[in-house]
């Protein structure tokens, strides 16, 4: 008897549970947050860097689910991919063999990787994190990883250990034992070499908090000190890989950078299935797997599962065939420059930084005396809140989607999906400019809305 399911009808009927569901069976915290700032949307289906609400109202999307969604939701070739592979009802995951999905994604992505030999397959960035650390441990033999401050590189215990967020650390030691030092600072990541200890250095390109770029020529440097202490160079390229800057990786807008790790995820899903991927170097993957007895030292139950590798494969088709780095490039510049020439306009608008589809906007002390009074309010109360003051409108008003680049700061960050075009640059640009207007008229909605951001603050002390 062949068993019914009817995934349309269950939505149907309980999808209006959403809100409620969370709060009862899963992070309570996300539901409460939504509705205390208003982003309690339902969203009803999306396309490309747009959602529809049930009334057909569009937002323009730029978080791209964290990076998740590079292409944009649901394009058409990645759709196409993943029926493929579910209609070939392949002998998948049997553990004891080897399909061909797996070595033709890996080798697609390493032709845009020079420099790189092996690819192993997760599930996920942070998983691909945790497996760069261990084989960096094991083929140096050293124990310390060293990170940037505020970097971001995971949540699970390994990657956790990285990460130079104090917030997401508190209340999980004892973590493994790393070291942060500050992000192009040669001098600290030297001293720290002379230890002896050190098997490598990981680093994100580009900051996601905060949206901050390595300075210039600090990869390069590192690198030749890391070489000369025997220790490796990790390039975190999770959110800032796959075109996302407007090169394949980020660590290439940098010549002669060749790390001996690379992690990557989020985009290769396609926004379907979960992937994440590690790539290294020869000799490091044959230290790791150095006999038959050592196959399984490293695997991952669903590790290179035929789902993921199809969107991956048609991921990488689809950057190929529709230029995307390229579009990335120009569209990604169009934007900076349209917003940094709102600098001079703004007072409380005080920097546009970042490369390609990945742009902080970072918010400032205004000259005013009226302005900066409001200023000393929200900063007194907590740091961050005129960001916040100003994603909400943005989503309320404008209808389009943001964030605040992470706690206590006045960063917006964008990243939105990679199909992101002219067209949607004048629309972001229109709102953001709309919501400025407001928040410097000296009142109003946003104002308003600022006082109660700063008695939930004073009260969650």
Request: hydrophobic share 45%; net charge negative; glycine share 10%.
């Amino acid at each position: 008897m062949t068993s019914e399911f009817d995934l349309g009808a269950l939505l149907a009927e309980r999808g209006a549970e959403r809100y409620e569901l969370h709060t009862k069976y899963l992070n309570p915290q996300l539901p409460r947050m939504l509705h205390t700032i208003g982003f309690d949307k339902v969203y009803e289906r999306a396309e490309g860097a747009h959602f529809f609400d049930a009334d057909g109202n569009d937002y323009l999307d730029m978080l791209a689910g964290f990076g998740v969604m590079g292409l944009g939701r649901h394009h058409p070739v990645v759709r196409k991919a993943l029926h493929e592979v579910l209609d070939l009802d392949l002998a998948d995951l049997t553990r004891f063999d080897c399909q061909p999905l797996p070595g033709l994604l890996a080798e697609r992505l390493l032709t845009h990787s020079p420099h790189l030999d092996r690819v192993f397959f997760g599930n996920s960035g942070t998983e691909a994190v945790e497996t760069a650390l261990k084989f960096a441990r094991y083929a140096t033999g050293r124990p310390r990883v060293l990170y940037c401050e505020h970097a971001f590189h995971g949540l699970t215990t390994g990657s956790l250990s990285v990460n130079g967020e104090k917030g997401f650390r508190d209340g999980f030691a004892p973590l493994l034992p790393d070291t942060a030092v500050p992000l192009g600072d040669l001098d600290a990541l030297a001293r720290e070499l002379k230890k002896g200890d050190v098997a490598a250095l990981i680093v994100e390109p580009i900051q996601g908090k905060g949206v901050h770029e390595a300075p210039p020529g600090y990869l390069r440097a590192a690198q030749e000190l890391l070489r000369k202490h025997k220790a490796l160079l990790i390039a975190d390229e999770v959110q800032t890989g796959l075109g996302r800057t407007g090169d394949f990786y980020a660590y290439q807008h940098e010549d002669g950078v060749e790390p001996d790790l690379v992690c990557v995820a989020k985009a290769l899903s396609g926004g379907y299935v979960p992937v994440g991927a590690t790539l290294g170097k020869d000799w490091i993957f044959k230290k790791v797997y150095s006999s038959m007895d050592r196959v399984l030292v490293h695997s991952a139950s669903f590790g290179a599962n035929a789902q993921a590798m199809a969107c991956g494969l048609a991921v990488l088709s689809v950057m190929e065939n529709e230029q995307i780095v390229a579009g990335v490039r120009t569209t990604g510049e169009l934007l900076k420059s349209r917003l940094t020439e709102l600098i001079d306009k703004y007072e409380l608008l005080s920097d546009v930084r970042g490369r390609g589809l990945m742009i902080g906007i970072e918010f400032g002390k205004p000259s005013s005396l009226k302005l900066r009074s409001r200023w000393a309010m929200l900063q007194a109360a907590r740091k961050g809140l005129f960001a916040q003051m100003v994603v909400v409108p943005l989503l309320q008003r404008h209808r389009i989607l943001t964030q605040v680049s992470g706690d206590h700061l006045e960063v917006i960050k964008l990243i939105p999906p990679l199909v992101f075009g002219e067209a949607d640059v004048d629309r972001f640009i229109e709102g953001f400019a709309a919501v400025m207007d407001d928040a410097h008229s000296g009142g109003g909605l946003m104002w308003d809305f600022g006082k109660t951001l700063i008695k939930q603050a004073v009260a969650n002390r």
